[in-house]
């Protein structure tokens, strides 16, 4: 009799497909479950961006460090094509870097002499197998022919108009919206750098004869690139309630006398952040030999 | 280029270095000439034009030009008010609350002094580059105009500097200055009662008085300074009205010798110089000079007064600065006894 069978295959078959779908059930759990735990995975950098100024040839060199929000194994630190022909990380992988670790590195920014002048703007990201871990590293290149390399102060942003005339460096935290005159306005901070060739005379009496008028509060000894510079405090009363707190540092080097300033208005609250900042600029910049 | 730096004696002396350049020492008549030729009120001030740029390394023929792209050289008033002699509309935004001079030769002299310190030192070099600056929007004639008045006067616009052929500063210390203040009635020493009038010997030169009078002497030494100058301007730092108000002076011309009041004079001791011992005077300038802002530097032009000695019209026995009014008005300024040698007087010379 040909009454209803079951197939000699179906036992295994629905045997099978229960195990199947136990399986998938469990992958598919262990799926959730691992991209819930990926999901947390984050870095988080000392700064959240950078912002570099290199001349052609230049070199500069940045510590940075990344704190690990979960536990990371086989990484690589990696800059995007646009800026790896730049810039290198050092290291540039680590085994392993537990939760709430946090590990040094080393931003190498390196320029050729005949590398072509622009900005280039791009991130470093941290990689774990072909994952990208949050947070990418904002990273802004800009490419002069100044014979110096700066690591450019939070808030502060290059003045291009001034670099495309031939100027000096122009840094400041106002859009360049100087008042009338060329005044800096309350709330305000810049950078300019410049150089000159070297004088002919003590670096004393050329500082007191560019100074003149100005009233020089202090003055002392400092060390800025490996070279010992001159960093002269002053202030300049141009108004009748008016006056310019200035920082001017004297960097003797070779043939040229590198010279960098700060101009912020006297009795600004955050005066304390501007010279912050202005040190920061000191204690990394490099000039091109 | 010709360059010196040295010490005569033991004075602080500083010798700048010499250029050919834009310096031109007939350049004051022909500022007048051209500003005059603007119907501009500025004109009769190319001498301020001329000691500002000097004295501060600008090319003057540039401050002209920026006057007359900002008022046409004083005549147009639309940025800032006539009052405030603001030419050069400085601080202007709609209004200029703090750009208010005393005078032209004041609003020439600051600007002059601006443009040195916020320019040329910091690597503006050019005026496109000062105007990106100076003149941030709604300036597209800036550039054009200031081009052509600086042009006009012979202004090379490759180089806004002023350098004179040599420049000499004068800042003695406390072992060499010799500077004192004098007062008429009371007496600082403590062996005061029967020798009223005796001031200090310290770190001010107090000018002024309340009821009684403050005079201030100076003697710098000229030896191997220029026996000519075509700038001399003597420096003070005025720190203080003591509560008071600041007051005009008169530059006294000294006629006598003085600097022997640590061995000799009236008073009941050497310690200072006492009213009563107080050297002969003469006036030098018929115009009082006008009074200085507490916090600032102070600057007399003194090149009359330091050709005639060094042509041997005078013997130099230095200056006396005298007050004007005497109603609780004061000026103190540090002396070359004070401790920050940077505010101490001084005398800058230009050849």
């Known amino acids: 009799m040909f009454g209803r069978r079951s197939s000699p295959y179906a036992v295994p078959w629905i045997a099978g497909a229960f195990v199947l779908i136990v399986l998938g059930a469990v992958v598919v759990a262990a799926g959730v479950n691992q991209s ?59 085994s392993s870097v537990s939760s709430g670790q946090t590990r040094q590195l080393s931003l190498v920014f390196s320029v050729a002499t005949n590398s072509p002048l622009g900005i280039y703007n791009g991130t470093v990201h941290v990689r774990m197998g072909n994952r990208t871990i949050p947070q990418p590293l904002e990273v ?66 050329f500082i007191t004869n560019e100074l003149q008028g100005a009233v020089i509060t202090s003055s002392s000894s400092v060390a800025v690139a490996g070279r ?18 200035n920082v001017a540092v004297y960097v003797p080097l070779g043939e040229r006398l590198h010279k960098i300033y700060l101009t912020y208005q006297a009795g600004d609250t955050q005066e304390s952040q501007f010279l912050s900042a202005f040190q920061q600029l000191i204690s990394t910049i490099q000039f091109t030999p | 280029m010709r360059v010196l730096s040295s010490f005569i004696g033991i004075f602080s002396l500083i010798v700048f270095p010499a250029f050919a350049g834009p310096y031109d020492p007939q350049l004051a008549p022909q500022i007048d000439t051209y500003l005059t030729g603007k119907n501009s009120p500025i004109a009769g001030n190319g ?33 800032c008010p006539e009052t405030g002699f603001n030419a050069w509309s400085w601080f202007y935004g709609g209004s200029c609350p703090n750009s208010s001079f005393i005078s032209f030769a004041d609003g020439i002299s600051k600007v002059t002094s601006g443009i040195r310190r916020l320019y040329l030192n910091k690597g503006y070099t050019t005026i496109p580059q000062i105007a990106e600056m100076y003149c941030g929007s709604g300036c597209e004639s800036w550039i054009p ?25 004068l800042q003695p210390g406390p072992d060499t200055g010799k500077d004192i203040w004098i007062t008429s009635v009371y007496s600082y020493a403590t062996c005061s009662g029967s020798y009223p009038g005796g001031g200090l010997y310290d770190s001010e030169l107090r000018v002024g008085g309340w009821g009684d009078l403050y005079y201030a002497l100076l003697q710098f030494d000229l030896t191997g300074l220029p026996a000519h100058a075509t700038s001399a301007t003597l420096w003070l730092y005025c720190y203080s009205d003591n509560s008071g108000t600041p007051t005009p002076m008169y530059l006294d011309r000294v006629t006598q010798f003085w600097w022997d009041w640590q061995m000799t004079g009236t008073g009941c001791d050497h310690d200072r110089l006492w009213w009563a011992d107080r050297p002969s005077t003469a006036q030098w300038s018929a115009a009082a000079l006008t009074a200085p802002v ?16 060094q042509n041997g019209l005078y013997p130099n026995y230095g200056l006396q600065l005298r007050p004007v009014y005497n109603a609780d008005n004061f000026n103190f300024f540090y002396s070359s006894r004070y401790t920050n040698d940077t505010f101490r007087p001084k005398l800058t010379i230009q050849q």
């Open chain 1, 228 to 245: 010992q510079a001159d960093e002269v405090f002053y202030t300049d009363n141009f108004g009748p309630a008016l006056s310019y707190r």
């Open chain 2, 294 to 309: 507490v916090g600032q530097w102070y600057t007399v032009d003194i090149t009359d007064l330091y050709n005639a000695w």
């Open chain 2, 47 to 79: 001498a301020v034009f001329f000691s500002s740029g000097s004295i501060y390394n600008v090319d003057p023929r540039l401050v002209v030009a920026i006057a007359g792209a900002e008022s046409s050289f004083g005549t147009a008033w639309d940025a």
């Open chain 1, 140 to 205: 802004t290149l800009t490419i002069t022919t100044n014979p110096l390399s700066i690591l450019i102060p939070p808030t502060f942003q290059l003045n291009g108009q001034i670099s495309a005339l031939g100027g000096p460096v122009n840094l400041n935290n106002f859009d360049n919206n100087y008042m009338h005159g060329g005044f800096v306005p309350a709330g305000g901070a810049d950078i300019d750098i410049t150089s000159v060739p070297m004088p002919q005379i003590a670096l004393g009496d």
């Open chain 1, 36 to 94: 819930s735990s990926d999901s947390k995975l984050k870095v988080n950098w000392s700064s959240p961006s950078v912002s570099v100024l290199v001349g052609a040839g230049g070199n500069l060199t940045l510590p940075i460090t990344l704190t690990s929000q979960g536990n990371l194994t086989g990484i690589n630190i990696e800059a995007v094509p646009a800026l790896a022909p730049f810039l290198t990380i050092q290291p540039a992988s680590f």
């Open chain 2, 145 to 169: 105009n200031v081009t052509q008045f600086y042009t006009d006067l012979g202004g090379n616009v490759n180089d806004l500097t002023f350098p004179p052929p040599s420049r000499f500063i």
